[in-house]
């Protein structure tokens, strides 16, 4: 049996068994809170399908870059990859082209029945959305709060005001009281499983209209 080993940009090895276990858990979650079976990316992945496939949107998930150090060749006509490294730390989940606009989103979930801890995103994926936000894209947080199995799309202006006022004192998290103010919720349904694109035209909406 051969091992793959991965590495993160930092050098730390990415232990493939506690991903499995972590994976496992959060599809555990999904069955007991939300009652599909499903993770959040493969309910994702199935709303994008249909978009696609009824020509909406074309949205996709990022691939995550890796750089190969170690290739193995046990037959001539076969390498196996033995050890890796992800090349640089990863911006947003999704991207794609709506209605002419370009759309730029990540997928969260918190189990916290009251608030969306700021820690569940990291500098660099703030920094690309502000980015994004300048250039005139659509750019928003998609965020799940499992136990209450209620699902937002919450605008990035929004969310970045939070992370930056956290540097200079303010709360490490975002009170369920101003995500439902300020995003739109999402309700689930047959196809697409996740509407999300509803909540863009909201956002697309507010941008006209001068607002977030």
Same mark, same amino acid.
């Given at each position: ?107 969260? &979930? ?12 990291? &500098? ?6 502000? &980015? ?52 739109? &919720? ?27």
């Amino acid at each position: 049996m051969i091992t793959v080993t991965f590495h993160y940009p930092n050098g730390q090895p990415y232990l493939h068994h506690e991903a499995k276990k972590a994976k496992k858990q959060a599809a555990s979650a999904t069955t007991i809170f939300g009652k599909r079976g499903m993770s959040l990316e493969e309910e994702l992945n199935e709303s994008n399908q249909y978009y696609l496939a009824k020509e909406i949107a074309v949205v996709h998930k990022k691939p995550t870059p890796i750089q190969i150090v170690k290739v193995d060749y046990p037959q001539r006509s076969q390498a196996v990859i033995k050890e890796a490294y992800f090349k640089r730390p990863s911006t947003t989940d999704y991207n794609g082209v709506y209605h002419g606009h370009y759309i730029d989103f990540d997928a969260k &979930e918190t189990k916290s029945k009251t608030s969306f801890p700021l820690h569940n995103f990291h &500098e660099h994926q703030v920094k690309h959305m502000d &980015e994004c936000l300048k250039q005139g894209g659509i750019c928003f947080a998609l965020i799940r709060f499992v136990v209450l199995d209620r699902i937002f799309v919450y605008p990035a202006s929004n969310l970045i005001t939070f992370w930056r006022a956290q540097m200079t004192g303010g709360r490490k998290s975002i009170p369920l009281d101003a995500v439902v103010a300020d995003g739109v &919720e999402i309700n689930y349904q047959l196809n697409p499983l996740i509407p999300y694109l509803d909540g863009v035209d909201e956002l697309i909406a507010r941008t006209q209209q001068g607002g977030n």
